[in-house]
Every structure is written in C-alpha cells, then in structure tokens.
C-alpha cells in the first residue's frame, strides 16, 4: 500500500513539515487524563515531575501548532475521514483506549494547570470543533 501522506518522523522536524500531512487532534484535558491513566500517575505528579514525557507533549511543543502543510482532523469525529485521507483500509481498528474508570478527575486547580498548558492546543481544537 502507497501511503503519501505518511511522514518519516526519523527526518528533522524542517524537512518533514514541508510536505503534507495529517494531525489528529484530540480534547487535551482528555488527552491530558488518557495520559495518567496510560502512565499510572496522578495529574499532580505528571503537572509537578513529567511535562516532559512524549505523552503531554503539545502540538507546538511537536512543530505541529499551525503548520502551514497541516491537514487536521478532530480525534473524536474525524478519525475516519483522517484515514480515508491517508489511505488506509477503513474502517480504522480501535487500539489502546484507556478505560473510563482509570482516568482521574482532575481538581479545579489542576484543571486550570492543563488548560494552561495546553492553551494553544485547546484554541485550535475549538477551533476545529466550531468550524
């Protein structure tokens, strides 16, 4: 199968972000908790000792914020159409969903920590979503 629209992240981040490409965007607070569920840590821990972990990660921190040759799709309704535009074989198979039950609620002050955080990421996933 020919996957053009597939990048080689091994590249440097310049020469990747010259071609087209996809990004999945997800809700960051919910990405944000997926994440202390995957990692087995409390939202403070990960907000106090690891920002650093590829899994919190924002979109800017990854070159990916606003880049010119971005194609974006919302995780939660797009992810199909994300697919088709890829051309992979639909429909998509579901991998590594975190249970419900294993996600923290975060407190209103580690709430405003995320949103802070991720604040670039919430505005184009806003964004995304109100289009």
């Known amino acids: 199968m020919n996957l053009p629209n597939i990048i080689d992240m091994s590249h440097e981040p310049a020469e990747f972000l010259t071609?087209?490409?996809a990004v999945m965007?997800?809700?960051p607070v919910e990405r944000f908790t997926s994440s202390c569920a995957r990692l087995m840590?409390?939202?403070s821990e990960i907000l106090d000792n690891h920002m650093d972990n590829v899994h919190v990660w924002?979109?800017?921190?990854m070159g990916l914020l606003d880049a010119p040759k971005a194609?974006?799709?919302l995780f939660e309704t797009q992810l199909e159409d994300c697919g088709?535009?890829?051309g992979l074989d639909l429909p998509l198979p579901k991998l590594n969903g975190e249970p419900v039950e294993n996600k923290p609620e975060l407190t209103a002050a580690e709430l405003a920590r995320v949103q802070a955080h991720f604040a670039d990421d919430i505005a184009l996933y806003?964004?995304?979503?109100?289009?």
């Not at 924002?58 to 921190?61: A, I």
């Not at 806003?126 to 289009?131: C, D, G, S, T, V």
Request: charged residues 35%; without cysteine.
């Open 19 to 21: 071609k087209e490409f």
């Open 25 to 27: 965007v997800r809700n």
């Open 41 to 43: 840590k409390s939202p």
């Open 58 to 61: 924002t979109l800017k921190s």
């Open 71 to 73: 194609k974006y799709f």
């Open 84 to 86: 088709n535009y890829l």
């Open 126 to 131: 806003e964004r995304l979503k109100n289009a």
